[in-house]
């Protein structure tokens, strides 16, 4: 064994001397340091980066970074350098007195493997010394388990792996050149084209595999990730005794030789066996899924309860939960026997109705309870249940299709766990989605919506901890204060007092004046605290600590109001809080957490102003009240993750006055607040401004406020085939969940959706940026409406597919099922109705039937109608529009703008647009400005509107129709000046027979297939030309890039081209004239005419030289010309027009005398702005 | 006996039968394989040191039997290969230490030692930490021989060790094989070269086609020679007649014409007289005359 120990070490030895000495590996080492150097540097001490939030925040990030990159530059190395010394062992003629040694080939293969994987490995560690450097430097916290867990995850199993493939490989193929070919393939195939699919089994170099570590719950998925390595590990380690089986060398026995080949055999099943229980670990949980889905579905009809009351007593346990639930509650209907839902890793060992124990059935999730009697409908009763066990994530998210389940959860490239609940010694969290306590009925049920149901119930919850870790709920807790007891760290003076005492006083007022207006649950709780509350204000630096000692691990809470459930957290929590107007906002981190007060505290007495004004700014903005008396932001692990169901805005993240926060916000960018500050200095400065540390701390605080206030959250720019797609997803911490949802249910037996209609409803989210429209080519809504045609509001409800489009659609069903009422209420005025409406039945469900007849009744409008024509396709409307008229009429000294627009509704069927003026200055609100306008089938109507100001900008949007772009903007030019002239009368008119063609006047689109043609692209290969084939989607009109225009005429679609029904044009990079479009437009008779051209001015045209340094070929200034050739029977004419000049619109090309039938314009793609576009031709006779 | 084979046969894939039921006794001592190239030399030396199989056969090596005791046939191998110019990029100590790691040594001080004196012995010591791929091609041979003796193997082979080397560093060379010969050690030295086995062996063997052609000592191999080896003294046109009939070992300008050496049992139609045959006429006279014809019978 020595000996054999020896010879490894002694070919080791020399092969890693080898190693060392070849250039490649030198190279590579150099580029490795030089790499990771910088990208240390940037990422971590580099105080100019504000980036690379994730790696701060979370200090495992910062070796897991690092070895990822490190060791995919590792697996492509060592192909190379593995297969090398094969070849070398045949072309050096010396290498052949080693052979004749008596070593053996396992001895001598391994100890070649180990040679190089030693070097790699020394090159690891020297990396991570580097790394750990920077990250002393940096200040973050350094992980040391993760360092070493990393290096063992991610490098050895790839090295191992890489190593064994590409030497048995190599000595297969009996060709360096081919085995090169073949892996380096293989490396690209598994690195770009399968990726993350399948699981990511394939994913050797753990690219995909979720290795983000928590600083609170570590790695979450470990029996994965270590079954995942072992695959590559037992698979490389076949591959090696594969080698030595393979070794051209002849073997010191050749039993011995075969006995590698059993390894070889044995290791490669066992991998292959890893790689069945992982892929087996998500089929099977899918399969599971399926399973609670269909008991679900066979029990959703059964009798159901409304629990009116709760008292749960739950005890932590290291591992399990022991858990007594008393239940007070109502019988839906007569039965004996009622239907509750309780997670399926909790096993119920008693129920019990006045210390008798009663019968129940247990079936996964379902609770069957037995009552021994039949109670009516309306029959109250009090029970209990005893259950314990751990919390099955698996059964959370029945309603989430498998492929967004297996969507990649990452941040900047690095992929992290997705955790639904956890339960561990010293952390939990459990959600109303876990079922961690019995609630009535079923969960999700793929056939009725029947399991629905946001009954509100009273809760009461006892936790006694372990450990003295701190419980959190919802609602007030029962000796809070001695809880988080408040130790001073700094002693206010004098002027701080005072200011203190005009807060507090300020805060009064405000809550006096709210609580008037408001039907709040109990105030007089609030009350008793003021002047404590008031002292808490006072500075941030107070460090609420818990009392230690006796009954502190018992943890007492009661719902201040009816609520549809509640959450339980139990970690090492932290308080830091501010009383603004008598609600207690905190953040509750863990212990070691507090990486913000440093920031905060700098703008404490501004704090509660910022959050009293943020408030302020949501409740009108919805015109809805945050009711609870406290918002705490809870830090909870990164691997905590939410979707967003299709009936609801509010994901898990959001709870009853509890946001769940990824730890140290280390997947939002607004919480990096320190690196913020440094941030809004810098920017600053660049503006040459001098801002103050207080001033960027409170920039920094709007920017993290701001996150709550948006409905939708970062975009997701993604690039495929050089087109690039911009997306925005929901925002999960939009905070209108809290204003909303845990104070309303509207609730439909057959529309699941209902309470999102009427939450999307009220929101009446804006149309997404033109610019981002006219990147990806299509609206969302556009795309909805596209849908819409094809499948019925029903069909589409149900589809996975395009369930990124569901809020769209809604929305829009939404908008078209209270057109009619709101165009004879008034946009706001019916809005505020169906408020009220909801505050009367505020914490109690609310059918949608019912509010459909209070609301229709309203409106005089049966708003049922429509809902019969969503279980079939809508068919899609088309609206042609004019063009604004504006006059400004002065009459003595009043002065009035009358507007006029036409609109006709060209299609066969009835349609509502939404019309919206807006004015220049500040935005009033105004009926006649912003409301919906029903068209029927053929229908065209004249809107008229008199107006003191002058309006800036039309927009029309027509909701659900053909139109592209659905949503467009007429803005106001050429305004006629008239003065003693009667005023029109104000109205919608319909109008008889409308033409919008014009006597003498010729148009020609680039819509019109015979009298518009483009050149053939210059050269089109094979391939690109295959590839484009498979490119082209369902939607004819692609999205353009005014930064990367498209090199071949591509058809796109915006609201400022001409077009009746499509206001499409064609775009090309501008080029040196080679490429053209040529309009022929048809003369009726002989005569003079006025030539236009339909102008559309790119924002480089736009923007005078205003774009710096990148300006490309904007910057030539005054040369911004479109290139024309007019050909016509008196020959060729060159005519121009200068973008930077022109105005949008018909723009005069020239005056000519046309005698022939037909007469030819051509444009050229030769400009000196980035790209051309071809759109219309008007010829008008004088 | 050290080595002992017996009805040895390999036939490559291609077809080329390279040994030919092959079977003799190599006695300890220094064992000289002579033959032209192509004749089976190196194929045998490559199955003696089990880097090749043979087709059927079998091989005694110090009493092991050579196809089912490899590993123990390896412990007592050293051998240097008939090809040994590129090397990896190692110094010229470090080959030599990476040899004697392999062969067992694993004593670090013990192994530094050896690898010292056997470079200092085979004069390569003020070279040792020169990289071996710029020794010249005869320092090469040496850091060959090195690494073959550093264990002090019982068996030492050494394939054509002499070829392209200036006869200076021959003449050094076979004197170190002599040298070691000296000690209880068998070495097989297999050469093209008549020179490197009349000086050192004391028992040899004469491959032709994958055959055993003669077995004896060299001196018993010279006296199947004698009385076939002629000098005379021919004109200059002569020559390219001579030529053509007998096969000639030297020729000497002498005067106006040559002197020359031919082999022939006899020589009709020129002045010729006997001339006692060294090693050298021996093996021209077997591979050019009694070889061929008895071939071509």
Known sequence: MRNRLHSIRSVALYESKLLKRSWFYRIFFILAILFLGIFNFVALVWEGNPGFWLMKALPAVIPYANLLYLNTGQAIIAVFLSSEFLKSDKKLDTSEVFYVHPLSNAEYVVGKIWGNTRVFIQLDLLIILLVVIFNLISGVAIDWLAYLGYFLLICIPTLIYIFGLSISLMLILKSQAVTFVVLLGYIALTLFNIGDKFYYLFDYMAYNLPLVKSTIVGLTNWAIVINHRMIYLLLGLGFICLSIFLFRRLPNSKKASYRWLALSILLIVIGAGASYRHVASFTGAAAKRQLYTETNNRYVHTPKMVVERYGIDLQQRPRTIISEVEMQGVALEKSDRFTFCLNPGLQVSEVAENGTSLTFTREHQILLIDFGRVLEAGDSVRFTVKYEGRVDPGFCYLDIPNELLEEEYANQGFQIDKRYSFQKEDYVLFTPETYWYPRPGTSYSSESPDWQQAYFSHFRLKVTTLDNLKALSQGTMEGEEQLWEVKRTANPDEADEDRDTRDTSDAREIKGDRDTSDTRGPSDVRDTRGARDALRTKNLKEVEEPKEGEGANVFLYETDFPTPSITLVIGNYERKSVVVDSTLYSIIHLRGSDYFSDVFDLITDTIPAQIRERRRSLESNYNLDYSFHRLSLVEVPVQFCSYAHTWTQAQEVMQPEMILLPERGCLIDEANVAGGVENEKRWAQRRGQEISDEDAALRVLNRFLGLFQRAESNMDWSRERGAVNVSMKPNPYFIFPQLYNYRYNVFSSEWPVANRLIELYLQDRSEEATWMRQMNGISNNEKASLLMEQASFKELLADGEHRDLLDNIISLKANYLFAYAEQNVGYNEYRDSLRNLLQRNVFANLRFESLLDTMGALAEVDLHAPLEAWNHPTPLPVYILGTPEVVQITNRDQEVFVTKLQITNDSDYDGVINLDISFGGQYIYDPRAKRKIALAARETKRLVSVWEEMPRNINVNTLISGNLPSSINLPVSNVIRERNKPIDEEGDFVVENVSYDVPGEVIVDNEDSTLFVLTEPEVVGLLPQWLDQMDKGSFDYSGVSNWRPPLQWTLTTNDRYYGSRVRSAYVIKSGSGNQTATWKVPIPNAGTYDLFYWVYKPDDARHRGGWGRGGGRGRTRGDAEYHFKVHYDRGEDAAYIDLRRADDGWSLLGTYFFSEDTVRVVLSDECKLRSVTADAVRIVRR | ?297
């Not at chain 2, 012995?121 to 550093?150: C, H, P, T, W």
């Not at chain 2, 040899?204 to 001196?219: D, Q, V």
Request: proline share 5%; net charge neutral.
């Open chain 2, 1 to 297: 006996m050290s080595i002992s084979i017996r009805s040895l046969n390999k036939i490559y894939p291609n077809g080329n039968h390279a040994l030919k039921d092959i079977t003799m006794e190599i006695p300890t001592g220094m064992f000289g394989l002579l033959g032209p190239n192509g004749a089976g030399k190196s194929t045998l030396m490559r199955i003696l040191v089990a880097l090749m199989e043979p087709t059927s056969g079998e091989v005694d090596v110090f009493g092991y039997n050579l196809l089912k005791e490899r590993k123990e046939v390896r412990g007592i191998l050293g051998y240097l290969p008939q090809d040994f110019r590129f090397f990896a990029k190692y110094k010229t100590y470090e080959f030599l230490d990476y040899a004697a790691r392999l062969a067992g040594m694993t004593n670090g001080r013990h192994r530094r030692q050896a690898v010292d004196e056997m470079l200092e012995s085979v004069g390569l010591f003020d070279v040792r930490e020169r990289y071996a791929n710029r020794l010249s091609g005869g320092m090469k041979r040496r850091l060959g021989i090195a690494q073959a003796l550093i264990h002090n193997p019982k068996l030492i082979i050494v394939d054509e060790p002499t070829t392209g080397l200036d006869p200076e560093e021959r003449i050094r060379f076979r004197n170190l094989l002599a040298k070691i010969s000296e000690q209880d050690v068998t070495i097989i030295l297999s050469t093209h070269i008549v020179g490197d086995i009349s000086s050192t062996c004391n028992s040899m063997a004469l491959m032709n086609r994958g055959e055993i052609a003669f077995f004896g000592s060299p001196e018993e191999m010279r006296k199947k020679a004698e009385g076939k080896v002629w000098r005379m003294q021919i004109s200059g046109d002569e020559l390219h007649l001579v030529d053509k009939k007998y096969p000639v070992i030297t020729t000497i300008p002498s005067g106006t014409g040559w002197e020359i050496q031919v082999v022939a049992d006899e020589i009709e139609g020129y002045d010729a007289e006997p001339y006692p045959p060294n090693l050298e006429h021996a093996y021209v006279y077997y591979m050019e005359k009694k070889l061929n014809r008895w071939l071509d019978a």
